[in-house]
C-alpha cells in the first residue's frame, strides 16, 4: 500500500495548476492507493459491455466506492487530470472489500478506469490502481463493381469492422446483422434483398440482378448489435455510398 | 486520413471544462467553463446529444446526395462529406436535421470542429436552427445560424434570416480542427448569439419585431457541396449539442451589439 499524502493547500494549488480534481480523503487529507483493478476487456466499441471489479480494497470490508473514468490526459501523456464518476456507479458498497461495476466503454481512444473509496471513520480514502480500455470505433464497408449489366448479376461485399491501428480489421464478433441499401431519389434509402448475419470476419457476399440502365447508389447497413446475454448496446452504422452505373 | 480522435488530450481536457450533461459527474474542481451553458447558469438541461456509449444517428434525419455519410464518429455526431478512399475529394452536400417539433423559445449549445482532407474545394459549413420539418437542403424563412464559415477560414458568420432580411455578424476564430461552442438564447424580447461561452451580439424586440421567430425550431448542421465540383473530404464533428429552457433565470447577460441588417436577401442560407 503506498501512501499519498496531500494536504488541502497543496491539493488547492495543485487544482489550480493543471484541473485536477481535490481527493475526497480522511481528516488529515490521506489517501492510499491499494487494491487491485480489473476488467473484462481492454479494447472495445464504444457501447459495448464492460465490467470492472475492484477486489482487496483496504480498510473495513463494506465501504462505499465510485468508479470513476479519466476525460482529460496531461498532454502527451497517459497521465490523467481529470476524472469524473461513471455514472451510475456512485453510493455503491463494497462487500469483503471489492465490487463489480456494470458500465459500457465510453466513446474516446483511450479510457482510463479507476475506483475511489472515500473516507470511512478512521480508514483513509482509497483510490485503486488505474486501467485502461481503449475504444474503438466501429465502420462499415461496401465493395460494388463500377459498372453493371441490366439482368446480369453483380456480386456486393458488405462488411463491418473495427478501426484499429489505421486500418479496418475483422471485428470477430459473430452474429451481426447487415443489408444492402439503394439510394432513392429523395436522399431516402430503400434495403435490396434480405438482411444477412455477419460471420466473425464482418463480411458477407451478397448478389444483386439489376432492372433498369443508370446510376445506383448502394451503401451497407450494420445493424444495431445488442447481443443476448450481455449488455452491449451498439448503434447502427451507415458505410459511404458507392455508385454502380447500370448499362 | 488519420481517422483516430486527434489531440485527444487537448480536446478532452476543453471537454472536461464543459461538461455537464448526464452521463459523468465531475468530481472535484472542474477547469475553468467555457460553455454559455456553464458561464450564464442556464437550465435545467432538456435535451441532450452526446452519443458517449454506443448511441446511433437515431433521432436524427441523415441526408447526403453525393458521397458522404452521416455518422457517429468516437462519441460525435458527423456529417462527413467522404469518400471512404483516403486522400480523395468528395461531392454533393451532407445534412442531418433533429427530428421532433423543436422549440420556440429556448437555449441551444453545441461543441463542434471540422476536420478536412484532400485539398480541393472547401466546403462551407452551417450549424442551424431552422424551423421543424425543414427539407435538408431549402432555406427557409426562418433560419438562426448558430455559425458557418468555409474550410479552415477564420470568418465565423452567425445571425438571423427572415424572408428577405438578414441580421449577421461575424467572429474570426482558429477553425482548423478545433473546437469551439456555438450557443444561442432565444426569449420572447431578446435573441443572443454566444461564441465559445462569450456573447457576441444580440437582437431585441423593440430593434426588430419582425426577427423573431414564431416557429419550433431544430438543430441542423449542413455541409453544403457545389454542384459538380471537387469538394475537399471534410468532416463536420459535433461532441454534444443541448437544449435548455427558460424555466432557470440564469445569470445577466450583458448587452451586446445587434447584427448588422440587409434586405432583399435571396439564395443564401
Known amino acids: ?247 | 486520413m488519420t481517422r483516430l480522435r486527434t489531440a485527444v488530450a487537448t480536446a478532452v481536457a476543453v471537454a472536461a471544462a464543459a461538461l455537464v450533461g448526464p452521463h459523468v459527474v465531475p468530481v472535484g474542481e472542474a477547469a475553468a467553463a467555457t460553455a454559455a451553458s456553464k458561464t450564464w447558469d442556464w437550465g435545467p438541461i432538456a435535451e441532450v446529444g452526446d452519443w458517449e456509449q454506443g448511441q446511433s444517428t437515431a433521432g436524427w434525419q441523415t441526408w447526403a446526395d453525393g458521397t458522404g455519410r452521416v455518422d457517429i464518429y468516437y462519441g460525435q455526431l458527423a456529417v462527413d462529406s467522404g469518400p471512404a478512399a483516403f486522400n480523395q475529394t468528395a461531392t454533393g452536400d451532407v445534412v442531418t436535421t433533429k427530428t421532433g417539433a423543436g422549440h420556440v423559445r429556448g437555449r441551444w449549445e453545441l461543441r463542434v470542429k471540422a476536420q478536412q482532407w484532400a485539398a480541393a474545394r472547401a466546403y462551407p459549413m452551417r450549424l442551424e436552427l431552422v424551423p421543424a420539418g425543414t427539407g435538408p437542403t431549402a432555406c427557409g424563412a426562418t433560419t438562426v445560424t448558430l455559425a458557418k464559415w468555409t474550410g479552415f477560414g477564420s470568418t465565423t458568420r452567425f445571425g438571423i434570416r427572415q424572408g428577405a432580411s438578414r441580421w449577421l455578424s461575424s467572429v474570426s476564430l482558429n477553425n482548423n480542427n478545433t473546437f469551439h461552442l456555438f450557443g444561442f438564447e432565444l426569449t420572447d424580447t431578446t435573441m443572443t448569439w454566444f461564441v465559445d461561452g462569450q456573447p457576441r451580439a444580440r437582437l431585441t424586440a423593440a430593434e426588430a419585431p419582425e426577427a423573431f421567430p414564431t416557429a419550433g425550431l431544430v438543430p441542423r448542421m449542413v455541409l453544403n457541396g457545389a454542384s459538380g465540383t471537387a469538394m475537399t473530404h471534410t468532416r463536420l464533428a459535433a461532441d454534444w449539442i443541448r437544449y435548455f429552457t427558460l424555466d432557470r433565470a440564469g445569470r445577466t447577460v450583458p448587452a451586446t451589439a445587434p447584427p448588422t441588417r440587409s434586405d432583399a436577401v435571396s439564395g443564401v442560407c
Open chain 1, 1 to 247: 500500500m503506498t501512501a499519498v499524502r496531500r494536504t488541502v493547500a497543496a491539493a488547492t494549488v495543485l487544482t489550480a495548476l493543471v484541473g485536477a480534481p481535490v481527493l475526497t480523503g480522511a481528516a488529515d487529507g490521506t489517501t492510499v492507493t491499494g487494491g487491485t483493478l480489473a476488467v473484462s476487456r481492454t479494447a472495445g466499441i464504444p457501447g459495448e459491455e464492460l465490467v470492472v471489479t475492484v477486489a482487496g480494497l483496504p480498510g473495513p470490508a463494506a465501504r462505499r466506492a465510485t468508479l470513476e473514468r479519466c476525460v482529460a490526459y496531461a498532454s502527451g501523456t497517459t497521465t490523467c487530470t481529470y476524472w469524473v464518476a461513471v455514472e451510475g456507479s456512485t453510493g455503491v458498497t463494497t462487500t469483503d472489500h471489492g465490487y463489480t461495476f456494470h458500465t459500457r466503454v465510453h466513446a474516446m481512444d483511450r479510457n482510463a478506469y479507476r475506483v475511489n473509496a472515500p473516507a470511512s471513520g478512521t480508514s483513509p480514502a482509497v483510490l485503486s490502481p488505474e486501467l485502461p480500455v481503449r475504444g474503438v470505433q466501429q465502420e462499415a464497408t461496401i465493395k460494388v463493381p463500377a459498372t453493371a449489366t441490366v439482368g446480369t448479376p453483380f456480386d456486393v461485399t458488405l462488411a463491418w469492422a473495427v478501426y484499429v491501428n489505421r486500418t479496418n480489421q475483422p471485428p470477430d464478433r459473430p452474429g451481426r446483422q447487415l443489408a444492402l441499401q439503394q439510394r432513392n431519389a429523395d436522399g431516402s434509402w430503400t434495403r435490396v434483398g434480405a438482411v444477412v448475419t455477419a460471420p466473425s470476419s464482418g463480411a458477407v457476399t451478397v448478389r444483386v440482378t439489376p432492372t433498369v440502365a443508370g446510376a445506383v447508389t448502394y451503401r451497407t447497413a450494420v445493424y444495431a448489435w445488442a447481443p443476448a446475454g450481455q449488455d452491449t448496446r451498439v448503434g447502427w452504422f451507415p458505410s459511404y455510398p458507392s455508385v454502380v452505373v447500370v448499362r
